[in-house]
Nanobody
Framework: QVQLVESGGGLVQAGGSLRLSCAAS????????MGWFRQAPGKEREFVAA???????YYTDSVKGRFTISRDNAKDTVYLQMNTLKPEDTAVYYC?????????????????WGQGTQVTVSS
């Protein structure tokens, strides 16, 4: 089964940028729907963005125009470019994978998860 490792989190001031990476192994990466979720303290984990087999993308409304998800199938890696960061973006960000071809935003559709990376945006 696929294994996922996130990197790229850190502390950034409001208005700044970060790029998260998620490296996959032990799977046919190009045939996975890849998603990013986040969980803020005291809140439920929520969908952020996803990218499908054909690089079709979908975003939650709060990050549209600020975040960009992309994938490099040659490197088995998915990225989340985060611009114009806000304090409310502070969370642990998780990479997730699913064999489904259809776009999915629910956690239950993703069987495979990384360990998460912390993003903290200071005001």
């Amino acid at each position: 089964q696929v294994q996922l490792v996130e990197s790229g989190g850190g502390l950034v001031q409001a208005g700044g940028s970060l790029r998260l990476s998620c490296a996959a192994s032990r799977g046919t990466f190009s045939m996975y729907l890849m998603g990013w979720f986040r969980q803020a303290p005291g809140k439920e984990r929520e969908f952020v963005a996803a990218i499908g087999w054909y690089s079709n993308t979908y975003y939650t409304d709060s990050v549209k125009g600020r975040f960009t998800i992309s994938r490099d199938n040659a490197k088995d890696t998915v990225y989340l470019q985060m611009n114009t960061l806000k304090p409310e973006d502070t969370a642990v960000y998780y990479c997730a994978a699913s064999r489904t071809m259809s776009m999915a935003t629910m956690m239950e559709n993703y069987p495979y998860w990384g360990q998460g990376t912390q993003v903290t945006v200071s005001s």
